[in-house]
């Protein structure tokens, strides 16, 4: 018997039952009421409201720029799209590194603005004392482990992470000590495919890679790539299932010159 199509809500314990079952988890990036209601009608298993939203809708060149109440914005927008799906909505950059009861204040109000069903952080044993903390209130938590955005000007790059000894023996520390701490889930993203495998053997909550190999326990990947919007964008893991960017340019021009003409509107489409 198959969880996820059994379940008509997907809950933490939901994909728990997934991993146990051997079923992958299929999670994708969502910002906006359209977009949600399109992928959860499609039947994603994950919504990730994520800080990539700085890229994607707002054109920053890093996540950093974006705030808590534009993430909470964004939030509440998609939560009124879904029926289904599991939401996860990343703690914006400034709203929880160093200080755990801030992380706390800005976790309570993602769940009380926005109506979301859990939040993501990045980072591992340095920001535990916000994990913990925020799990004290009763609200799910996802860590994201290897590429993380927020720190890009600690990497300098957006390379594949952990390929040393080193960085790999820290990222299975800080996956097992998430764990440890309550987290429902892990976000492990470019690393390599092998460490991938091995993290997601070690620890019994879900992991999810992006850009981390089939080895994991589910996938996400960023809409606007997956579906061709951000036509520069084309790192190896992505796979593009739409070519939208040209869908749209194309239609646009089509509009255009239907205007220009005058051939819209026509007599079927005036009052
Ligand atoms: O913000 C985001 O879109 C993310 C994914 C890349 C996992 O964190």
Redesign the pocket.
Known sequence: MSVHKEAKRITTHILQSMKDNGEKIAML?AYDYSMARILDEAGIDIL?V???ASNVMAGHET?LPITLDQMIYHASSVVRGIKRCFVVV?LPFGYYQGDSKLALKSAIRIMKESGAHGVKLEGGAEVIDSVKRILTAGIPVMG?LGLTPQSIYKFGTYTVRAKENEEAKRLLSDAVLLEKSGCFGI?L?KIPAKLTTKVAKKVKIPIIG?GGGGGADGQ?L?THDMVGITKDFKPRFLRRYADLFNVMKESTESYIKDVRSGDFPNDKEQY
Do not use: C, F, N, Y
């Open positions: 990036t990730l994520g800080d990539s996540t990343d994201h976000v993203e992006i996400v960023v």
